[in-house]
């Protein structure tokens, strides 16, 4: 049974820095595209940021670029997400997923909230 269990959440003062962990279990992680998304009530989760299987390719939220930074560990099985220069408006509940490369569908983790507050 695939497992994603997020780490690394907290309350952080504006222009602050937090870095998520996503440790997995039960899947061939590497074989898996890893993302980071994001959501606050009434609103739809959004992507964040996404690494590819191997690490190779990355992408970002237009909003994060510059300042969140993706990666993953294959052989510890745990997918990252470090967060700089953080504002008020990212405070949000953190989600990990993933997706077999190619797919559409994958496995979610049970989130971890992110509060940014002066």
């Known amino acids: 049974q695939a497992q994603l269990v997020e780490f690394g959440g907290g309350s952080v003062q504006p222009g602050g820095s937090l870095t998520l962990s996503c440790a997995t279990s039960?899947?061939?992680?590497?074989?898996?595209?890893m993302s980071w998304y994001r959501q606050t009530p009434g609103k739809e989760r959004e992507l964040v940021a996404r690494?590819?299987?191997?690490?190779?390719?990355?992408n970002y939220a237009d909003s994060v670029k510059g300042r969140f930074i993706i990666s993953r560990n294959n052989s510890r099985k745990t997918a990252y997400l470090q967060m700089s220069s953080l504002k008020s408006e990212e405070t949000a509940v953190y989600y990990c997923?993933?997706?077999?490369?190619?797919?559409?569908?994958?496995?979610w983790g049970q989130g971890t909230q992110v509060t940014v507050y002066a």
């Open positions: 997923n993933g997706r077999p490369t190619g797919f559409v569908n994958g496995y």
């Open positions: 039960g899947f061939i992680f590497n074989a898996f595209d």
């Open positions: 690494i590819d299987s191997t690490g190779s390719r990355k």
